[in-house]
């Protein structure tokens, strides 16, 4: 008995038979699983999508005898799920030749009433005659320029099909013919790795603000263009197999010592090196945890031309705090934040989409977290609670002007126009000196910082009456060498 289980070019009819049951999907392709039922002879046809040396193959039941993989090329190779699509795009080129032979008979009708020679035999014949071939005249070219703007209108239709096809079909030309010899009944197993096929992770968070608690909601954007519809289990990992695993080598720490540079070469230095970019990789569902990888498994169908299919993979809640607070006069509404302490998972870098009791406020990047680690999320911007950053002049008489000295200050006006009192957080920032001979001295402030650190960063934590307003105010000396030049880096203002 002989089982021929062909797609493609080789038989249409038995298309369906082909189907991917089992998938692991990576940020940079997939192991796919295609399951059949053992036949004496078995011949399958699969897409060059799939990396030939990777195939393997395994058998429920049956033995398999043998087996072999012969790669045969496939001009113009479109998978199953695209047939719809060239059916339409057929279809277009189809109508666009018949305008256009519509358009030809039309212009050589008109030809042909120019070259008429009037049977006339006296002046009212010719008169008729001419009446008529005016009126057939005109109606010719009516149609002739209905005719032209509906092929216009259809060969730009056919145009951007004829695109999205090529946007999906995968970039093959060429087929796997898959042959097994097997014995006795089972399941034949073909496994292979394809680098057709991606997904990456999606966030939607709604805040519950009077509760502090969050709703979360993981997608995973699956996209596949293996030529093979998926149908079944679909394991979503965050990491990626690498073919280059090695140890690193450790090389020796060795110090030296730096020519020193002025301030502003340094600081040019550091604006000039190069910004750190993050890559990120993204029915019952399941998630694992390994030390190497994330797993979220979930039963989804995606077609094998490029379509993204978005799959629920989990929903949870988190509990946390929210904060409104404002950063100087970096900005000046107030931030909405979220905090926890601890996440009680890991978490996979993503972009999220950002609610705030179910209306949106935006999106934002969430990176990678491990369970333990502590998370802080903008919701978006108040407009109700608001900082205005004003200088204040040096005090008059002093001693701390002129060169050498420098004295600055500013009152930063905190207000409210919630109905309800609001713990807010104010965060500034202190000038950090870069240089020995530079100095940070005599710092005022009518109300002590909650928190201080060595950068110079501050943060007060305070009670905002609603309708009411507040006032920080803040003094600072500098000294430096009076041959120099004080310059500020970091912001638009010290």
């Not at 093959?172 to 898959?178: A, G, H, M, T």
């Not at 969050?214 to 954007?221: A, F, K, M, N, S």
Request: charged share 30%.
């Amino acid at each position: 008995m002989t089982g021929l289980l062909f797609f493609g070019a080789f038989s249409p009819a038995l298309a369906g038979e082909v189907v991917v049951d089992r998938a692991d999907v990576y940020g940079g392709g997939a192991w796919i699983t295609c399951s059949f039922p053992a036949e004496e002879e078995m011949v399958l046809e699969l897409p060059a999508t799939l990396d030939r040396d990777s195939l393997t193959v395994t058998s429920r039941g049956a033995e398999v005898l043998r087996w072999t993989v012969e790669e045969r090329p496939s001009p113009g190779w479109l998978p199953p799920a695209l047939g719809p699509l060239r059916d339409e795009v057929d279809r277009a080129r189809a109508q666009v030749q018949l305008l256009r032979a519509r358009s030809a008979a039309l212009r050589q009708a008109a030809g042909h009433l120019e070259k008429a020679l009037p049977e006339a035999k006296d002046g009212a014949d010719l008169e008729a005659f001419v009446d008529r071939a005016q009126r057939k005249r005109e109606g010719l070219e009516l149609r002739l320029l209905e005719t032209a703007d509906l092929e216009k209108t259809a060969l730009a239709e056919c145009e951007a099909l004829e695109a999205l096809l090529a946007s999906r079909r995968p970039e093959v030309e060429s087929v796997l013919i898959f042959s097994a010899s097997t014995r006795g009944e089972g399941e034949v197993v073909v496994r292979g790795w394809s680098s057709h096929a991606s997904w990456r992770p999606l966030y939607r968070l709604d805040l519950a603000a009077s509760t502090g608690e969050t709703h979360w909601r993981l997608d995973g954007l699956l996209s596949q263009r293996t030529g093979l519809p998926w149908r079944g289990e679909v394991a979503f990992h965050s990491g990626t197999p690498r073919n280059d695993l090695d140890l690193p080598e450790l090389p020796p720490l060795v110090v030296d010592v730096a020519v020193p540079l002025r301030a502003a070469k340094r600081m040019e230095a550091l604006s000039s090196a190069p910004s750190v970019l993050l890559d990120s990789y993204g029915n019952e569902r399941e998630r694992r945890e390994s030390v190497t990888d994330v797993v979220l498994t979930a039963e989804t169908e995606a077609p094998g031309d490029g379509t993204d299919v978005r799959v629920e993979l989990e929903t949870f809640s988190l509990a946390g705090k929210t904060d409104l607070t404002l950063w100087g006069d970096l900005s000046p509404r107030a931030w909405l934040l979220w905090k926890t302490d601890g996440l009680d998972r890991a978490l996979l870098a993503g972009q999220a989409e950002l609610f705030v009791d179910g209306s949106p406020t935006g999106r934002t990047f969430i990176s990678e977290r491990g369970a333990g680690q502590k998370l802080d999320l903008p919701f978006g911007q108040s407009p109700l609670v608001k900082v205005l950053r004003e200088e204040i002049l040096p005090r008059q008489g002093s001693a701390w002007t002129g060169r050498g000295r420098l004295e600055r200050g500013y009152r930063l006006v905190l207000s409210s126009s919630l109905a309800r009192a609001q713990v807010v957080t104010v965060r500034d920032r202190l000038p950090v000196s870069a240089n020995e001979k530079v100095k940070v001295e005599s710092v005022e402030f009518s109300t002590e910082p909650t928190e201080r650190d060595e950068e110079g960063r501050l943060s007060w934590e305070l009670t905002l009456e609603g309708g009411a307003s507040a006032e920080i105010t803040v003094r600072y000396r500098l000294s430096y060498p009076g041959d120099g030049e004080i310059v500020f880096y970091g912001g638009d203002r010290p």
